[in-house]
C-alpha cells in the first residue's frame, strides 16, 4: 500500500513539473489562431488580413528580438493609420501585441 502511494506521488508530482517544462517558438499557426481571436476586434474589421500582414513581415528569419519587434511596429503604424477611422484600430493593437510574443518566443532574451 505505501508503495503504491509513493507511486501516486512521484507521478503527481511529475506531471507537476512536467508543466513548467519550457515551450518552444510560437508556431505560424498559433500565431495567426491567436491574432484572429483577439479580444480587441469588432465584427467589421478583417482581423485575418491584418494578422497575416503582420506574419508576411516578421514570419521570416530576422537579425533577433529588436528586428523582429521593429517590423511589428511598422505593421501597427501602416495599419493604424489605414484602420483608425473604420474603427479597426483595436485590432490592429492587438495583431501588434501577438506580434511581439510572436517575436519574444522566436528570440528570447
Known sequence: MQL???IAG???AASVLGGCAARGPMTDSEFLGFCHS???RRAGCDSVAMCDTYL???GKPQAGLKPCLDGCAQVRAQ???AHTLGGC???AAAGNDW???YCRTLYPE
Open 56 to 58: 508576411q513581415v516578421v
Open 38 to 40: 483577439a479580444d480587441k
Open 99 to 101: 506580434c511581439q510574443r
Open 10 to 12: 512521484l507521478m503527481l
Open 4 to 6: 503504491a502511494v509513493k
Open 89 to 91: 484600430a483595436g485590432a
Open 79 to 81: 495599419l493604424g493609420a
